[in-house]
């Protein structure tokens, strides 16, 4: 039985799910000390006066640091994406010298024996600020007179990407819809809050931190801080989730290794859940302009998209890029004449935006699936109908979109027809219209979402036109022990997403060795000394097809030396079951007997090495297009504005599967984050900056108690631009479920006269909705 395609149980999940495992916050240093950062009260202030004496005397209390004392060594944070040429970077301190531009931007920080004496002794710091004018409407920011974010004024960067006569899509099309939909910021939440501890040993040092990328961090870090790269190792433990918003180079982990160099001492933070609310960086932040333009029968001539995309204060690693990675997706899986995409950058005093699970993807799927069923409705069609007549026919791919992407596979007839049936599409359709009939006060609306989406962030040469500061490839090893067990080492960097099993049913099926004679190695630079870590569902499609290419090139070493040992010719060896056997007779030898033979020596043929072990490194021609239909049941009742979502189906196609929990699991939780955005989660901000949604009791986040069962299933049409077949599922549930909830939403309270409802569709917000159709 073949390994790949297996339902395994994940190999990590007895210690994480047991907890016995290493967390950042459970490392122990000798002589640790604890750091705690005093945080700005004010979104937009000049800092006049600092004086950090009253903590320096009190109990426990080792160092205090104001901006100033740490100005000339601690550099400027990094942005690895300039997307233009008149991209505006501001200076991006650690920590904040003369002026800060967000709430929750460190402005001091003490060192203390223990975390909480070093809390406490913020209170003794003394900081005064003269206030100066937030900027946190979009639009505002961008008028002349608006107070200015940075000197340099509120624009970062506009970019404007046109393919086909535009213009003359829109002259005299028959329907034309306009609509203006806001994606609302959201605050990552992963299980495990950040944590950071840095270490020294003379003029080496090791920094710990539940990141998703050890590899990008070490780099990053070397060129900020001045520490010079061989002598810096970074590990990331087991992280407890991280959904982009661990995909960063931090303050508090370039301010932890100036610490531990100032002070000679290993120092550890890590934040608080409220912390963490107002310092992780957010997500999404945008207003998208949309306009379609269609001929009477549905069919689309062009698609116009104008975003303003809020950077919040500073752009942190990749924050200019994220709204540009769905510059090609808001044409999504449907052919067009003519498309124009417009985006500008603007400065706000909020929290930075990243990363957020999707990045770029969810925003431009929401937008075109938000106005396909706008353009139904127009045409009082079936939203499903209206989207069959413009999709890519599976006969058409390999398909070049009108945004320059080549969709390399795909098959969204079978994907939707499949979804349908598990729904019971025409079913509940009817049972809305006798509720409609009925005038029941609680209406049923339908939601649908056909999405695919652009991942497997990887070929070099694209990122290079998108003007990306580094390559996408990725790195995989594999050691054969003298036992025969096997090391495989990975350049990905997990934090929940079980490569540990996954590689190993990869290697199992390559090497022809038992699933449970592998063990994987991740997330330590001095371990995995190559890799671009785990971001933009690339980890298998890119960092699992490098280790397979590592497992072939150990076995090819192997056939030499089998060769030898059974005195044949190579080409009369053939593989099979983890042994090579001389076709024609009896006589075999298995890799794991090899691997024995390589390390004792003894007999080896001239030119062969002591060793099996190999390595590769994998950089595809393409991204993979994984795709899907999700469709989803929701009842609103309409007295209360209260949603509940009846019934959920997923079915999506991401190509050849490893193993189908893993898919599943991604997919729920994709899901979940999804329907969050859609239903629950929003930072909001005041008119003077301040987040108002800090803690937990706030921001509202989703439990098991608030979803309904999934029922997901899969078609799949291999990709062709990797040897594993695979395309990555990651974000794809987060990417579809949203727009698929919303418009069951707006499906609902349509007949109404409700067109849309800003997210998240609270209960307020739907019953306003519905009493300003009424009046």
Not at 291 to 304: S, V
Not at 359 to 388: H, N, Q, S, W, Y
Not at 476 to 484: A, I, K
Not at 512 to 527: N, Q, R
Request: some cysteine.
């Amino acid at each position: 039985m073949t390994e790949v395609g297996r339902a395994r149980k994940r190999k990590e999940d007895a210690r994480l799910l047991t907890g016995r495992t290493q967390w950042t916050d459970n490392l122990q240093q000798p002589g640790m000390l604890h750091v705690a950062f005093l945080r700005s009260p004010m979104a937009h202030a000049r800092i006049t006066r600092v004086d950090v004496s009253g903590a320096r005397g009190l109990p426990g209390v080792v160092a205090v640091f104001g901006g100033q004392d740490l100005a000339e060594e601690q550099g400027s944070l990094p942005c690895a994406w300039p997307v233009t040429e008149d991209l505006v970077i501001p200076d991006h301190p650690p920590m904040a010298v003369s002026e800060v531009r967000y709430v929750g931007e460190a402005v001091a920080c003490v060192v203390a024996t223990d975390r909480y004496l070093a809390a406490d002794a913020l209170e003794a710091i003394e900081i005064d600020y003269e206030p100066l004018p937030a900027v946190v409407d979009l639009n505002e920011a961008l008028a002349e007179d608006s107070p200015k974010v940075h000197e340099q004024g509120n624009r970062a960067y506009t970019m404007k990407i046109t393919s086909g006569d535009i213009d003359a899509a829109f002259r005299d099309a028959p329907v034309v819809i306009d609509r203006t939909y806001v994606q609302q910021r959201l605050i990552g939440a992963a299980m495990e809050p950040r944590a950071v501890v840095a270490a020294t040993d003379g003029d080496s040092f090791t920094l710990w931190s539940s990141t998703q990328i050890p590899h990008v961090l070490r780099v990053m870090l070397a060129m900020t801080t001045g520490i010079p790269e061989h002598k810096l190792r970074v590990i990331a433990p087991d992280v407890g989730g991280g959904f982009g918003t661990k995909l960063q180079v931090t303050a508090e982990e370039v301010l932890c290794l100036l610490l531990t160099r100032r002070l000679g001492k290993p120092v550890k933070w890590n934040e608080s859940r409220s912390e963490g609310n107002m310092t992780v960086h957010q997500g999404r932040g945008q207003i998208q302009h949309i306009q379609l333009a269609a001929e009477a029968d549905g069919r689309i001539r062009g698609l116009r998209v104008d975003l303003l995309a809020d950077m919040g204060a500073y752009l942190v690693l990749l924050t200019p890029g994220i709204p540009l990675l769905g510059a090609t997706m808001f044409n999504a899986i449907y052919k067009m004449d003519a498309y124009e995409f417009g985006c500008t950058g603007v400065f706000t005093t909020k929290m930075p935006t990243d990363a957020y699970r999707g990045a770029g993807r969810p925003e431009a799927t929401f937008a075109i699936e938000r106005i396909m069923d706008e353009l139904a409705a127009e045409l009082k069609a079936d939203p499903v109908e209206v989207r069959r007549r413009n999709w890519i026919k599976h006969e058409e791919f390999p398909y070049t979109t009108i945004s320059g992407l080549t969709y390399d596979s795909g098959n969204y007839e079978a994907a939707t027809d499949k979804a349908m049936s598990l729904f019971g599409y025409d079913k509940l359709r009817a049972e809305q219209a006798d509720r409609r009939d009925r005038g029941d006060p609680v209406q049923l609306g339908i939601g649908v979402s056909t999405y695919t989406e652009m991942c497997g962030l990887a070929p070099s040469r694209l990122l290079k036109d998108a003007r990306f500061a580094a390559g996408g490839w990725e790195h995989g090893s594999v050691r054969m022990l003298p036992t025969g067990k096997v090391e495989v080492i990975t350049g990905t960097s997990p934090h929940g997403q079980g490569h540990a099993t996954a590689w190993s049913q990869i290697a199992a099926d390559a090497l022809g060795v038992p699933f449970e004679d592998i063990t994987v190695l991740h997330g330590d630079t001095a371990i995995s000394h190559k890799g671009m870590d785990t971001y933009g569902s690339r980890s298998l499609v890119i960092g699992g097809v490098a280790v397979l290419q590592a497992c072939e090139k150990v076995r090819e070493k192997a056939r030499k030396l089998a060769a030898h040992v059974l005195e044949c010719s190579p080409d009369d060896l053939e593989f099979a079951d983890g042994a090579f056997k001389v076709r024609g007779t009896d006589s075999q030898q298995t890799i794991q007997e090899l691997a024995f033979a390589a390390f004792t020596a003894h007999d080896l043929p001239d030119g062969v090495e002591a060793r099996l072990d190999s390595d590769a490194t994998f950089d595809p021609d393409n991204y993979s297009f994984p795709h899907g239909t999700h469709l989803c049941a929701i009842e609103v009742d309409t007295e209360t504005g209260k949603v509940k979502i009846r019934s959920y189906v997923a079915v999506d196609d991401v190509g050849k599967v490893v193993n189908p929990l893993i898919v599943e699991g991604q997919v729920h939780g994709g899901i979940a984050q999804g329907v969050a955005q859609a239903l629950f989660e929003e930072a909001v901000y005041d008119a003077e900056g301040n987040l108002l949604t800090s803690t937990l009791a706030d921001y509202l986040l989703p439990t098991a108690a608030d979803l309904p069962d999934f029922m997901t299933d899969r078609t799949e049409t291999p990709a062709t631009s990797n040897p594993l077949g695979a395309k990555g599922v990651g974000e794809a549930g987060a990417i579809a479920s949203t727009p698929a909830v919303v418009n069951a939403v707006v499906d609902a309270l349509r007949p109404l006269g409700v067109r849309d409802i800003t997210m998240p569709c609270t209960p307020e917000r739907v019953w306003r909705a519905v009493e300003g159709a009424r009046r």
